[in-house]
Structures are given as C-alpha cells and as structure tokens.
C-alpha cells in the first residue's frame, strides 16, 4: 500500500491550493484518513481528518479556511486551502489507516508535499 501526496507549491498570502492524496495497492478499504504537517522546527501536526463515513475534524488554526474531503471509490482524499497565510508554511503529510487484502490494518503515511505561503 502507497500513499501519494501531491498539490504543494509556492502561493501568495490570501490564495488558494488543493492538495490530493491517492492511495494504491492491495487495499481492501480505507478508515480514517488525515492531513498533517510539520514547519521547521517544529514538531508534526494534525491539520484536518475525516472518517469513512465524511465524520470531519479541523485544528482551531485552519476552520473556516481549510476543507477535507475523500473519494472512497478512488481511496483518495482532498485538503482545499483557502485564504492561505504564511504561518501555514510546511510540509503536510497524508496519512491513513487502510485494511489491506490479506485481512490487517496499518497506517501508512505519504511522503509529503511541501506548502509555501509568501509573498
């Protein structure tokens, strides 16, 4: 099982990116799902996650800016980010706990994708 982060880039304080992350393999089905990140020097984060179900849960530093959603017949979840501020600057990792086909769960983390807020 692979998760693949993808979206990050170089945005202006106030703009928009979405961020995709597409797991593929022997995957059965997909639980909880969530996006994290990590500035520099600082310890990782949970930004935003969602359950099988589209149950959502934000960091107080980005309701009402960010929006999490998932595809389940594509296993893959969406970070939409809006009014984007510097202090959002990290790397953000994808990260979800998949029942494979040989009847186990893990959680498997992508490999991040960087976010870059500045003008």
């Known amino acids: 099982v692979q998760l693949q982060a993808s979206g990050g880039g170089l945005v202006q304080p106030g703009g928009s990116l979405r961020l995709s992350c597409a797991a593929s393999?022997?995957?059965?089905?997909?639980?909880?799902m969530g996006w994290y990140r990590q500035a520099p020097g600082k310890q990782r984060e949970l930004v935003a996650s969602?359950?099988?179900?589209?149950?959502?849960n934000y960091a107080d530093s980005v309701k009402g800016r960010f929006t999490i959603s998932r595809d389940n017949a594509k296993n893959t979840m969406y970070l939409q980010m809006n009014s984007l501020k510097p202090e959002d600057t990290a790397v953000y990792y994808c990260?979800?706990?998949?029942?494979?086909?040989?009847?186990?769960?893990?959680?498997?983390w992508g490999q991040g994708t960087q976010v870059t807020v500045s003008s």
């Open positions: 990260s979800g706990s998949v029942w494979n086909l040989r009847g186990t769960k893990d959680d498997y």
């Open positions: 393999g022997s995957i059965f089905s997909i639980n909880a």
């Open positions: 969602i359950s099988r179900g589209g149950s959502t």
